[in-house]
């Protein structure tokens, strides 16, 4: 199973300011999703990356694939509390394409 | 919204007896999946179905077994539950047919004494 590591594991900022997250791993994926999950719900699919140096953007939310497809980041732009969250990235396993899923980053965004 | 809906959404019980949870889509996707959510883990795949009575294991499958007998539903069972399967398990299917989730419903709860 590959890896995918989470940074930071948790961040608390205040609302209008900038952040980014990470998603990290040694393994070539052929693909990244980041999903957001707020307290007593299921995850979120915000996005899904496929290329390589690929970025996408979710209103505030810019997404970017890393050049090796071994990484991606999510940056948010002017922080809003509703921005508040779990962001979890996954990635589909070579052989059997089942997602292995990250730690994720627990986002708090003070109002 | 997708129509998942998981049942119970909270459940509490003692070691040793048997749990089934249900997952319900109102759309006729193939790919069904079950997740577990633990601190420190993330979520990790218990089993998955990809049709009627077409079933595999996950990375966690030790403990669980599956049944689908109509497309609609997909149950999971622990047939003699053990403390270190307290948990909050979440279905999700692939709308896209990639073998992939895209959609997750809300979670079970699920506390074993």
Known sequence: TQLLEQSPQFLSIQEGENLTVYCNSSSVF?????????????PVLLVTVVT???????????????????????HITAAQPGDTGLYLCAGPN?????????????????? | ??????????????????VTLRCHQTENHRYMYWYRQDPGHGLRLIHYSYGVKDTDKGEVSDGYSVSRSKTE????????A?????????????????????HFGDGTRLSIL
């Open chain 1, 30 to 42: 052929s693909s990244l999703q980041w999903y957001r999950q707020e307290p007593g719900e299921g």
């Open chain 1, 52 to 74: 390589g140096g690929e970025v996408k953007k979710l209103k505030r939310l810019t997404f970017q694939f890393g050049d090796a497809r071994k990484d991606s980041s999510l």
């Open chain 1, 94 to 111: 070579f052989g059997n394409e089942k997602l292995t899923f990250g730690t994720g980053t627990r986002l708090t965004i003070i109002p």
């Open chain 2, 1 to 18: 919204d997708a129509g998942i809906t998981q049942s119970p959404r909270h459940k509490v019980t003692e070691t040793g007896t048997p």
């Open chain 2, 73 to 80: 539903d997909f149950l999971l069972t622990l047939e003699s």
């Open chain 2, 82 to 102: 053990t403390s270190s399967q307290t948990s909050v398990y979440f279905c999700a299917i692939s709308v896209t047919g990639t073998g992939q989730p895209q």
